[in-house]
């Protein structure tokens, strides 16, 4: 057990090194998210019903960029380019692999909630979280959701040059109508219904409990319900379609 | 002490196509054996499979005393793999890759001993993404070897190297031989196998065609010789023969009676590559099922 750690540990260094030497990757998994919050803080300065809903909304958004986004687009290139070919003819085992590429991403998640709530204090009024369990039970939730749905979609990516496609057609709708950037409850009914079904909705309701209008974790459970239900789904469909090997056809 | 690699009746189905159909050969310890043959014969199946990569549809299959396919990490400790085409980490430097891989072995080499193995001294601190192709590839045999392996696995390893690279490439596998490693080496370059291999087996449609060292290698079976020169009238004459000591002195005898000269006479064996061209010249006109899987 310790010789995994171990090498879990050595693993978890070598992708976080390699992470911030990457600048492409170190730009739209780490600063994209905190621009965006500076602009629509920006925006929205002096209007602290808009402050209240875009401080836990980009922290949603946060939470799905640094693990759905991240994983789908590095599992295509890494498995594109042999790299997991590779590694799989080593001794290393699977799971240490795969668990410190998991705990680089969910580094960045933590990075950038933390960020994201000392910046809602400090810049736009918002107090400290009222509730942190249910905080980083959201974040948790969100992280092992769309982690896994990441390494899900990156089974069904041709390869990498079609990668931004394939992530931004789930991305960029799934975060505008999940209001990440406005209201929720403004939006018509058939984009409140489909939100309702998605997962991101109940991850941003959950932070916004816990950062902003003090719901607990019981006013959430039906939420937390649905991103369970699509965890599940995730990590069926990661492991049962993963593959080592760049598809041949 | 056991063969290194054992392959009885390997057989490969990918769908209704039947890429490996029922190979049988063995690699001592020690030895450097070729798998030849054209492209869509079956070999990086066959390899991929010895790797542990690919499940077999039949057949027995011991590599080290392991079956591949149970993919033990007992196993994955005492074999190297160069594969055909594996990219890296682009941002990793060439000390950072050794260094990091031979944390992966539990009894690694010394990260500086492999890195001059390779002739990477120069390159021990660019990073992955400034090095040439010839360097990605020196590379690919250092992350193979920092791990001491007993077993290499080259698949086409000189693949799109200039003349001198493969030479150096060529001393390095020499080098490997002497150490007493086994190799499995895969090439369609039939010069390298006559150089570095000291068995070959041609492959073609998943079939095994032949078997033997590369000098000895013979279609028929037959020891056979070719001999040739040009007679009084300038015309190219080439006779075949498996008794060439009689031939010849039949052959000078009747021209020294003659007197004449023999221009440009000649003995010579088929070489590897007159009996690989023989042996997989397509018989009939359509390529056969199968191509599009290696």
């Given at each position: 057990?310790?010789?995994?750690?171990?090498?879990?540990?050595?693993?978890?260094?070598?992708?976080?090194?390699?992470?911030?030497?990457?600048?492409?990757?170190?730009?739209?998994?780490?600063?994209?998210?905190?621009?965006?919050?500076?602009?629509?803080?920006?925006?929205?300065?002096?209007?602290?019903?808009?402050?209240?809903?875009?401080?836990?909304?980009?922290?949603?958004?946060?939470?799905?960029?640094?693990?759905?986004?991240?994983?789908?687009?590095?599992?295509?290139?890494?498995?594109?380019?042999?790299?997991?070919?590779?590694?799989?003819?080593?001794?290393?085992?699977?799971?240490?692999?795969?668990?410190?590429?998991?705990?680089?991403?969910?580094?960045?998640?933590?990075?950038?909630?933390?960020?994201?709530?000392?910046?809602?204090?400090?810049?736009?009024?918002?107090?400290?979280?009222?509730?942190?369990?249910?905080?980083?039970?959201?974040?948790?939730?969100?992280?092992?959701?769309?982690?896994?749905?990441?390494?899900?979609?990156?089974?069904?990516?041709?390869?990498?040059?079609?990668?931004?496609?394939?992530?931004?057609?789930?991305?960029?709708?799934?975060?505008?109508?999940?209001?990440?950037?406005?209201?929720?409850?403004?939006?018509?009914?058939?984009?409140?219904?489909?939100?309702?079904?998605?997962?991101?909705?109940?991850?941003?309701?959950?932070?916004?409990?816990?950062?902003?209008?003090?719901?607990?974790?019981?006013?959430?459970?039906?939420?937390?319900?649905?991103?369970?239900?699509?965890?599940?789904?995730?990590?069926?469909?990661?492991?049962?379609?993963?593959?080592?090997?760049?598809?041949?056809? | 002490?056991?063969?290194?690699?054992?392959?009885?009746?390997?057989?490969?189905?990918?769908?209704?196509?039947?890429?490996?159909?029922?190979?049988?050969?063995?690699?001592?310890?020690?030895?450097?054996?070729?798998?030849?043959?054209?492209?869509?014969?079956?070999?990086?199946?066959?390899?991929?499979?010895?790797?542990?990569?690919?499940?077999?549809?039949?057949?027995?299959?011991?590599?080290?005393?392991?079956?591949?396919?149970?993919?033990?990490?007992?196993?994955?400790?005492?074999?190297?793999?160069?594969?055909?085409?594996?990219?890296?980490?682009?941002?990793?430097?060439?000390?950072?890759?050794?260094?990091?891989?031979?944390?992966?072995?539990?009894?690694?080499?010394?990260?500086?001993?492999?890195?001059?193995?390779?002739?990477?001294?120069?390159?021990?601190?660019?990073?992955?993404?400034?090095?040439?192709?010839?360097?990605?590839?020196?590379?690919?045999?250092?992350?193979?070897?920092?791990?001491?392996?007993?077993?290499?696995?080259?698949?086409?390893?000189?693949?799109?190297?200039?003349?001198?690279?493969?030479?150096?490439?060529?001393?390095?596998?020499?080098?490997?031989?002497?150490?007493?490693?086994?190799?499995?080496?895969?090439?369609?370059?039939?010069?390298?196998?006559?150089?570095?291999?000291?068995?070959?087996?041609?492959?073609?449609?998943?079939?095994?065609?032949?078997?033997?060292?590369?000098?000895?290698?013979?279609?028929?079976?037959?020891?056979?010789?070719?001999?040739?020169?040009?007679?009084?009238?300038?015309?190219?004459?080439?006779?075949?023969?498996?008794?060439?000591?009689?031939?010849?002195?039949?052959?000078?005898?009747?021209?020294?009676?003659?007197?004449?000269?023999?221009?440009?006479?000649?003995?010579?064996?088929?070489?590897?590559e007159d009996v690989y061209l023989e042996l997989t010249a397509d018989v009939t006109p359509t390529p056969p099922a199968?191509?599009?899987?290696?």
């Amino acid at each position: 057990m310790t010789e995994v750690a171990a090498l879990t540990w050595r693993q978890y260094r070598l992708e976080r090194r390699l992470f911030w030497r990457n600048p492409s990757a170190a730009f739209f998994n780490f600063l994209f998210p905190l621009i965006l919050l500076g602009l629509f803080g920006a925006v929205f300065s002096g209007n602290q019903h808009d402050l209240n809903v875009i401080v836990p909304g980009i922290a949603g958004l946060s939470v799905m960029s640094t693990t759905f986004t991240a994983l789908a687009f590095n599992l295509t290139f890494l498995r594109e380019q042999g790299v997991l070919k590779r590694m799989r003819g080593t001794p290393l085992p699977a799971g240490v692999y795969l668990g410190g590429l998991a705990a680089s991403a969910v580094t960045n998640t933590a990075l950038q909630v933390t960020i994201i709530t000392l910046a809602g204090k400090l810049l736009f009024g918002i107090p400290w979280p009222r509730d942190w369990p249910e905080l980083v039970l959201f974040a948790a939730a969100g992280v092992v959701c769309f982690a896994s749905l990441g390494v899900a979609l990156s089974h069904v990516i041709p390869n990498f040059d079609s990668a931004p496609a394939y992530v931004n057609a789930i991305f960029l709708p799934t975060i505008f109508i999940s209001g990440v950037f406005y209201d929720a409850a403004s939006a018509p009914a058939f984009i409140k219904d489909i939100a309702e079904g998605l997962p991101l909705k109940h991850v941003i309701d959950g932070l916004s409990g816990a950062m902003v209008t003090g719901k607990g974790i019981g006013d959430h459970l039906s939420g937390l319900a649905v991103i369970a239900v699509w965890g599940a789904a995730g990590i069926f469909l990661a492991i049962r379609g993963f593959s080592w090997d760049q598809r041949r056809d | 002490m056991s063969a290194a690699i054992s392959v009885r009746g390997l057989r490969k189905r990918y769908g209704d196509v039947e890429a490996v159909r029922g190979i049988d050969f063995e690699v001592a310890r020690g030895e450097v054996f070729g798998l030849l043959g054209p492209n869509g014969a079956g070999k990086t199946t066959t390899v991929e499979i010895l790797e542990g990569y690919r499940e077999r549809s039949g057949g027995e299959v011991a590599v080290l005393g392991h079956d591949p396919a149970g993919r033990a990490r007992e196993l994955r400790e005492r074999v190297g793999i160069v594969l055909q085409s594996t990219g890296m980490y682009r941002h990793i430097t060439v000390r950072e890759a050794l260094d990091h891989w031979a944390g992966f072995y539990s009894r690694a080499r010394e990260v500086t001993e492999v890195i001059a193995l390779a002739g990477l001294e120069e390159k021990a601190g660019e990073r992955v993404n400034r090095l040439s192709g010839g360097q990605l590839r020196r590379l690919d045999f250092a992350l193979a070897l920092i791990g001491d392996p007993e077993l290499i696995f080259l698949d086409e390893p000189t693949t799109g190297f200039d003349p001198v690279a493969r030479r150096q490439a060529w001393d390095t596998i020499r080098s490997l031989r002497a150490l007493g490693k086994t190799v499995l080496l895969t090439t369609h370059y039939l010069d390298e196998a006559q150089e570095l291999a000291d068995r070959v087996a041609i492959i073609k449609d998943g079939r095994l065609l032949a078997e033997g060292a590369p000098g000895e290698l013979g279609a028929g079976g037959d020891e056979r010789y070719r001999v040739s020169y040009r007679n009084g009238d300038g015309s190219l004459v080439v006779e075949e023969t498996d008794d060439p000591t009689t031939l010849l002195h039949q052959l000078t005898a009747a021209a020294l009676a003659r007197g004449e000269r023999l221009y440009e006479l000649s003995v010579t064996r088929p070489s590897l590559e007159d009996v690989y061209l023989e042996l997989t010249a397509d018989v009939t006109p359509t390529p056969p099922a199968g191509v599009a899987h290696d």
